[in-house]
């Protein structure tokens, strides 16, 4: 008798917004459940992915509340009742949004509150599909990154790219804090593992570890 194998997750990651942010969708077809990561723009488009994958949003987590990766939370939330979840050390920027709009010349639009404050290593769950938040501050004081390891992909927001790691002169940013986050939390895990970033292309955990001129693992 053959065994039977778990049916692959549905991953799709695509650029949206103005600032052409990764928002990822996470899920299981078998349930049909999904997590929703960075929806900074594009609600039409992200609604659009949804439907036609038959897939239901149990959550919209945020890695961080620069305007670009939740200009769309708001929309999202509104048309599937998915809570947003967002770490608490950023809801000053979340409240702050029409200044970040406004410095950026982007057009302003009410978010509601945050409807769940994620917390260090609190389990992910879309039906199958399972993870765990992990706060990485740095690049602002509640950034977070969300670490599948069954799946071996990491969600890194803007806290690591390729060969790069997130600005830490905009607000709350914080060269020592990221670089211990990036050290102590990210480089700690499989280095096989493909790691989605904030913007821009993905890449291998193990490359950076090596190779990202900004912030190497530490050799033992």
Sequence with gaps: M??????????????????QCNCTILGDTVSGEAILVDPGGSPE??????????????????THAHFDHF?????IHEQTGAPLCLHPEDKPLWQ??????????IPFE???????????????????????????????PGSMSFWFEENNLLIAGDTLFKGAIGRTDLWGGDYPTIERSIQSQLYTLNETATVITGHGPSTVLGDEMRHN??????RK
């Design 2 to 19: 053959t065994p039977s194998t778990s049916p692959a997750p549905f991953l799709k990651t695509f650029p949206v917004g103005p600032l």
């Design 71 to 75: 200009l769309a939370a708001g929309q």
């Design 213 to 218: 001129p900004y912030v190497r693992a530490v």
């Design 110 to 140: 009410p978010v509601p509150e945050p409807h769940h404050w994620l917390e260090h290593q609190e389990p992910l769950q879309a039906g199958s599909v399972t993870g765990q938040a992990l706060f990485t501050p740095g690049h602002t």
């Design 96 to 105: 702050n949004l029409e200044m970040q709009c406004s410095r950026f010349n």
């Design 45 to 62: 488009r992200i609604m659009k992915i949804l439907n036609e994958a038959g897939l239901r949003l149990t959550r919209i987590i945020h």
